[in-house]
């Protein structure tokens, strides 16, 4: 069977079902994030009068500003690299193993980063998430030593909080924290609970 589709169910009809929607549903993640980039590159969310493109994206889609936040990222990162562009796009690797490749991804380590792509790639495939992430964080720290600070200063600069009020006066929190943020509003909340 097809990516090693072990036959649990007799005849396999349903894990063959939910391998075929799985790729399908990445296959057109994929598309998205393609029509997104031509979006991006063609500013469309200053001529549609955003003031940045994570609240157009989230207008259009109806997801968080969190959640358009990532794909905006994926959209862009993806493009720098082909070969996992190529494979997301055929539907076989998962979008947790795209996101670890696309955060591992900057450009103080493209040449490094295209220099082994295939390997990380395969990574991707063979490790589950857990293993993926030591995988790419000793990679990282062999390519870029001062990865660690870097990301950190990265994680601050890229924090985010949108609280809004919903129609029947409850309200949403969508946040993106920096490990220090995320502890004291997890300490916060624990205390108020």
Partial sequence: MELGVIDLVGGGGAMVAVND?????RRTRSIQLDHVWRALETGAWVTAGFRSATPWLSSITGESPSASS?????????????QVK???ADGVLAESA?????DLWSFDIAG????DERMLLGWALKFA??????????????NDPDAADKTAQEQFESRELHLSSLLDSMGRLDALLDPEGFNLVRAAIR???
């Fill in 21 to 25: 929607s799985t790729r399908t549903l």
């Fill in 70 to 82: 990532v794909t905006l990222r994926l959209a862009e990162r993806i493009q720098q690299m082909p």
């Fill in 86 to 88: 190529a494979t997301f």
């Fill in 98 to 102: 795209l996101r670890q490749l696309t």
């Fill in 112 to 115: 490094e980063f295209a220099r």
């Fill in 129 to 142: 998430s857990g293993d993926l992430t030591m995988l790419l964080a000793t990679w990282l720290l062999h």
């Fill in 191 to 193: 205390h108020l609970s």
